[in-house]
């Protein structure tokens, strides 16, 4: 049998460290005796099985869905498989969104920068956007959009605030996805496109990309929203965890903060 290395949630898991010896995999017939018998062990103890597989244990997987597993998510270098032992345990979802940021950067004249992207094949250049782009994974969002707006313009600018956020369900591969929108400051004004990506990087004053009749409407909602509105900062709340790094809190600003 394998070793049951059991969780809070009554779930029992089994990794890399039972499935590979000296960086060479177990026999698959000895994967799939081992995984039978520790099914018939545990079916009445816990919840689920967690299985997960390195690269390198790929021949494994027809066994395991034989035996009733089910894929459950991958990531580059691993697969991740899972059981239910008992028909009324909770199976929590996958990754079900990605994640996208937008800036709102002003000058230091009070202009704000729009790009506009390169055209897919066929297609006409369209309008003049935010620039922005998706969250990698572990990364702020304070730090993702600075990150992108270097990335697509030139510029460096400093995170300043939460304006607002956008939910829609139809993201890539068919997931949902959160486009937060953030106020920034530029340090510099200089413009470079990124290349390939980028077809046009400009500065607007206010007025003018209100009356650009090819700008999106939702642009010029955040644009008017930004101008009129309270936008939420960054808090810091001292033993929410045990690193700062570890998250982002945004909230209306506290008087006497």
């Not at 997960?52 to 089910?70: H, Q, V």
């Not at 955040?222 to 700062?244: N, P």
Request: with cysteine.
């Amino acid at each position: 049998m394998f070793k049951a290395v059991v969780n809070a949630y009554g779930g029992c898991y089994i990794g890399p460290e039972q499935l590979v010896v000296d960086s060479v995999p177990i026999a698959v017939a000895e994967f799939g005796l081992r995984l039978t018998q520790s099914i018939t062990q545990w079916q009445q103890q816990y919840q689920l099985i967690w299985l997960e597989l390195p690269a390198s244990c790929a021949a494994f997987i027809p066994d395991a869905l034989k035996l009733g597993f089910t894929y459950h998510h991958c990531q580059p270098e691993r697969l991740m498989l899972v059981k239910k032992l008992q028909q009324n345990s909770y199976l929590p979802l996958a990754a079900t969104h990605s994640i996208g940021v937008g800036a709102l950067v002003w000058s230091p004249t009070g202009q704000v920068l729009m790009v506009k992207e390169q055209p897919l094949a066929g297609e006409k250049p369209g309008y003049f956007k935010l620039p922005g782009g998706m969250v990698e994974s572990k990364e702020h969002l304070a730090s993702a959009v600075v990150r992108e707006v270097l990335e697509e313009t030139g510029v460096v600018a400093s995170f300043h605030s939460v304006l607002g956020m956008r939910h829609h369900h139809k993201g890539q591969f068919g997931a949902s996805n959160l486009y937060i929108v953030c106020q920034l400051y530029a340090q510099t004004t200089a413009l470079q496109a990124a290349e390939n990506e980028i077809a046009e990087v400009r500065w607007f004053d206010v007025e003018t990309y209100f009356n650009d009749e090819k700008a999106s409407l939702y642009n010029k909602l955040i644009l008017k929203s930004a101008v009129s509105q309270s936008r939420l900062v960054s808090h810091q709340v001292e033993g929410y965890m045990k690193s700062a790094a570890d998250y982002e809190i945004f909230l209306p600003a506290v008087a006497n903060e």
